[in-house]
């Protein structure tokens, strides 16, 4: 009886080390299927990375060509392309302020307008100017969109008829 006891405990032993080695079978064939799986979508994300920035640089390559090889007038006409963007973004970054109320004293201005209009009117250029956006990002507009002159950053009409710059009219100064 004694050996029947021992041998029935070596299959049960024998039993419990094949459940071992399959369970760790399974656990590292499932964990290699989680690699392979981990590993073949990182490679599809480079593979389309890889496509979309050779797509972009056929793209910005052709641009070039098509302004003669000034990388600058290239520039200018992505920067150009994006401005609807960054208005949006300013106009957006404003439109969510809670303004409960303004109060604005009215001392009757100094001939140019009340003080109301002047404060709207200095509302709107205290948004940074398109010129200066384009500036910070090292683009310049085409004259046909305005340009900044001298330190007092006054931005020169085009008249629409001409099409010639149209500079500041000069304020009269009264003479004793």
Do not use: C, H
Request: hydrophobic share 35%; proline share 4%; glycine share 8%.
């Amino acid at each position: 009886m004694r050996a029947e006891e021992v041998v029935r405990q070596e299959i049960d032993k024998n039993k419990v080390e094949i459940a071992a080695e399959a369970q760790a079978e399974r656990t590292r064939r499932e964990a290699q299927g989680e690699a392979d799986g981990i590993l073949a979508k990182y490679k599809a994300e480079a593979e389309g990375m890889q496509k979309l920035l050779e797509s972009k640089a056929s793209g910005y390559r052709k641009l070039v060509e098509s302004v003669g090889g000034d990388a600058q007038a290239a520039s200018t006409l992505l920067m150009i392309e994006k401005l609807e963007e960054l208005v949006s973004r300013q106009v957006e970054a404003i439109s969510n302020l809670k303004i409960d109320k303004i109060t604005v004293w009215d001392s009757g201005g100094n001939g140019d307008g009340s003080t109301t209009s002047n404060f709207i009117a200095n509302l709107f250029k205290s948004l940074p100017p398109l010129q200066d956006i384009s500036e910070m990002a090292g683009v310049q507009l085409p004259e046909y969109l305005g340009k900044v002159k001298g330190q007092d950053k006054t931005i020169q009409a085009v008249s629409a008829a001409g099409g010639q710059d149209t500079p500041p009219a000069p304020k009269e100064k009264n003479k004793p």
